[in-house]
């Protein structure tokens, strides 16, 4: 496989994630739809990802109401 691409001067910028999402769309078919809709700053990620290609959403609910009986809450 190929080296992936990365920028001398700044990897964490939106052009480099889809240079990147293009990278792996060509070498494996995968079409990446939604990886690269994101509302995350790639430029506050250095130090916490490697190669950032883009995000996932993660789907979140609301449970409730919950009621809670314990030392301190009551209801």
Do not use: C, K, W
């Not at 190929?2 to 964490?12: E, F, M, Q």
């Not at 509302?39 to 916490?48: F, Q």
């Not at 789907?59 to 919950?66: D, S």
Request: hydrophobic share 40%.
């Amino acid at each position: 496989m190929a080296t992936i691409p990365r920028s001398p001067d700044n990897d964490y910028t939106a052009a480099e994630s889809e240079i990147r999402r293009d990278f792996i769309r060509a070498a494996t078919g995968a079409a990446l739809r939604h990886v690269g809709s994101y509302s995350i700053d790639p430029t506050t990620l250095p130090g916490n990802i490697e190669q950032f290609i883009g995000a996932a959403q993660v789907p979140i609910g609301v449970a409730g109401p919950l009621l809670v009986h314990g030392e301190h809450a009551q209801g």
